[in-house]
């Protein structure tokens, strides 16, 4: 039977009762049609309410069509499926048309978070930010977050992702957070699932965390919200953590543009990097 799929590189919310699939501005963004039969693809075209918004066809597989979605401002309109017919005939659907959300949120807008004066916060600190960013999220308590992490993080005021993930379940109603430690050669295929907690090894080689919220596949340059800025090597090292040195220091975060291998060393003690993003994404057309 034909249907509408939604493709891998496709990185979206689907919501089945209204047959809409909600992606982001400025994401690459293709739109699946499989039909069963080449007689059942002959007979079929697909059309958008807005053919603006289809910036080119392809063929993905045998009997499968994958559109190229314009996301660079935001947008809705719909897909259909009609079966051919003559000049004066009604064009009657095969399937449901698809209704397509173009969605602007605006992360890189939102005022960066920093750590303050905590060395070891950085993951507060994006946690913090992202569920002030995300839609249907609690705002933010750095403080709030430090005590419902309290068990997790170690004596030296790190933490670390076995204890991050625990944190997050514990507290799954505020977060609703989906959360995996993957392999790094992999993080492409999670560009897209905005926004984005990423833990991993910093080039000065501890563990460190950032948000990410855009990536430009042209450039291979990723967005991200940065918690340690300015930059400082004014720590004092203890068995209780880092100290600064200039009790007036403060990190205050800022958005940063990266290449995406930046992000490419495994988070110390895991063999992977950890990611988290909004559960929301599990949702998918197919």
């Known amino acids: 039977m034909a249907r509408f799929y939604q493709p891998a590189e496709t990185k979206g919310i689907y919501n089945k009762t209204d047959h809409r699939l909600t992606v982001n501005c400025g994401d690459y963004v293709l739109i699946g049609f499989q039909c069963a039969t080449k007689q059942e693809e002959d007979a079929v075209d697909i059309s958008a309410s807005d053919e603006s918004k289809i910036q080119y066809r392809l063929r993905a597989r045998p009997l499968a069509i994958e559109l190229a979605i314009d996301t660079s401002r935001p947008a809705r309109f719909t897909i259909e499926a009609t079966k051919k017919g003559g000049y004066l005939s009604q064009p009657v659907n095969v399937v449901k048309p698809l209704e397509i959300v173009v969605d602007f949120h605006g992360f890189g807008l939102e005022p960066a978070m920093g750590q303050g004066n905590d060395a070891t916060g950085c993951w507060a600190a994006c946690l913090d930010w992202w569920l002030d960013v995300m839609p249907n999220r609690p705002y933010g308590d750095y403080f709030d977050l430090l005590m419902r992490f309290a068990k997790m993080w170690n004596r030296d005021g790190t933490i670390n ?30 560009m897209g699932y905005w926004p984005m907690v990423i833990g991993f090894k910093a080039p000065g080689g501890f563990g460190h965390m950032n948000v990410l919220y855009g990536y430009n596949r042209s450039t291979g340059k990723v967005k991200a919200m940065e918690p340690w ?58």
């Open 161 to 190: 992702i076995s204890g991050f993930r625990a944190g997050i379940r514990k507290n799954h109603e505020m977060f609703r957070m989906h959360t995996e430690v993957i392999n790094p050669s992999t993080l492409s295929n999670y």
């Open 229 to 286: 800025f300015p930059d400082t090597d004014k720590l004092t090292w203890t068995d209780d953590g880092p100290y600064l040195d200039d009790p007036t220091f403060k990190f205050t975060g800022a958005h940063v543009e990266r290449p995406l291998s930046y992000y490419g060393a495994a988070a110390p003690g895991t063999g992977g990097l950890f990611v988290g993003y909004p559960q929301e994404y599990l949702s998918k057309l197919s």
